[in-house]
């Protein structure tokens, strides 16, 4: 989808210098203490002086005129390029700016230098932002945040991420034997219980309002937690230690027909996340699922195909190797939320181990392994059955005329492509490997 939108805006602006620190306007005395190892000296001050506002004669045409050279410039003399920023934008090469020190937002010929100040540890993260490709085209909203950003409580919502209308994730550790993860005990609607302990690969799932706990065990846990509301918060959670501490004790006593000193030892305040005793040691294993191997990288699905209680949420779990790329595919009815588990990924939007993407129903979308260990992400839908719709097979099982007409194609192209979803597809892992011939097939086959 491209949209096209015309903004008019009141602006203040102030031309920033190319220093990174401006010349000092005052007298300074001698001050040795340091500061992150740098000597800062404090101004001495015996009374005030000057203006707030400056002076009356800098408005109107009475001042005298600015100077317009002789200063500071934005230019960039020495600016050394990455492999594959010179070539055309709309290949969208992924460039690697952990070789230069200062990297400057030039693709192609589109882009100019710039001096900075610039937090280059986070240009080097999302490259892609900083020097857009040419494809990219009118604004679309933000869909990524990384989990590192989110305040203890950890966890991703609206609050983080404005598009996350459909879903919300959680990620929480919990110390050997606190209570919140990995032994389950639930009880439903119907008093039927259970009790289940689950480890690393372990998928689990509680309808909305069954109440439920969940304990680690002696080596303690980490886990990630999707919500089918993008508002959920884990302040407002439902907890047994609140209910009793907002309900009368005369009233709780009736309901438990016990007396009021049974309540003598109830907590203060909520309880949260708490340590525990020692829990004995006694759902579906997303681990020990058998993956479906495609050239290049592995995918296994949980739905209610295989996990029936699942009802509303879908999961696909992706290895994907270097080079390789998730087929360009949407879905029709649901969001989808990918959590980037390791190591690092890339599209137009920069991924890194521990990011979490946003992706609306119908947005086209790819995913790209540009280092050189594999990646490994899991992407969330809610709905009952993991679907989508692959576009080299749409375009496959479309007459093929309709797709000469519409994109130009050449029959030699349509012959190769699959009547059967592929789910990835095998790259070069030389991901620059086209500057050197962008007409030729360097993209997916190798250079070797």
């Keep these: 989808m491209k949209q096209a939108a015309s903004l008019t805006f009141a602006t203040f602006s102030l031309l920033l210098t190319a220093l990174s620190a401006p010349a000092p306007q005052m007298s300074y005395g001698e001050n040795p203490d340091q500061v992150n190892g740098v000597i800062v000296p404090s101004p001495i001050t015996t009374g005030t002086s000057g203006s707030l506002y400056g002076l009356a004669n800098l408005l109107g045409e009475a001042t005298a005129a600015s100077s317009v050279s002789g200063g500071d410039s934005a230019i960039v003399s020495d600016h050394p390029l990455v492999n594959g920023q010179e070539a055309d934008s709309k290949l969208g090469l992924y460039l690697d700016f952990n070789s230069v020190q200062n990297p400057q937002p030039i693709r192609g010929t589109s882009g100019q230098t710039d001096p900075g100040p610039n937090t280059y540890e986070y240009v080097k993260l999302n490259t892609d932002t900083f020097a857009p490709p040419r494809t990219d085209s009118g604004d679309i909203p933000q869909a990524q945040w990384p989990m590192g950003l989110s305040h203890n409580r950890f966890g991703q919502n609206t609050d983080q991420l404005p598009r996350a209308m459909a879903m919300a994730g959680v990620d929480m550790c919990l110390a050997p034997n606190a209570y919140r993860s990995v032994r389950l005990a639930a009880v439903d609607e119907n008093g039927q219980s259970s009790i289940n302990d689950i480890s690393a690969g372990d998928i689990w799932f509680f309808p909305a309002g069954v109440p439920h706990s969940i304990q680690a065990l002696d080596e303690g846990c980490e886990f990630l937690l999707v919500f089918d509301d993008g508002s959920f918060s884990e302040d407002g ?153 692959s576009i080299a097979q749409w375009l496959a099982l479309t007459p093929r005329q309709v797709v000469k007409d519409t994109l130009g194609l050449l029959d030699s192209t349509l012959d190769k492509l699959p009547r059967q979803k592929t789910y990835l597809k095998p790259g070069n892992r030389n991901l620059t490997a086209l500057a050197g011939n962008p007409n030729g097939t360097a993209a997916y086959e190798p250079s070797e």
């Design 237 to 389: 959670t439902f907890l047994a230690s609140e209910l009793f501490l907002r309900n009368p004790k005369e009233d709780l006593s009736k309901n438990l027909q016990t007396t009021i000193s049974a309540f003598e030892h109830l907590q203060l305040d909520q309880l949260y996340i708490f340590p525990s005793t020692l829990a004995p040691a006694d759902i579906i294993n997303l681990l020990t699922q058998q993956p479906y191997t495609v050239p290049r990288g592995s995918i296994k699905l949980i739905d209610t195909t295989n996990f029936p209680i699942a009802s509303d949420l879908a999961a696909e779990l992706v290895t994907n190797e270097p080079g390789a790329i998730r087929e360009l595919h949407w879905h029709l009815t649901s969001d989808e939320i990918t959590v980037y588990m390791a190591p690092d990924s890339s599209r137009t939007i920069d991924y890194t181990a521990g990011d979490v993407g946003y992706i609306p129903a119908s947005n086209s979308h790819y995913i790209e392994n540009t280092r050189t260990e594999d990646v490994i992400f899991l992407k969330v839908l809610k709905q009952h059955k993991f679907t989508d719709i």
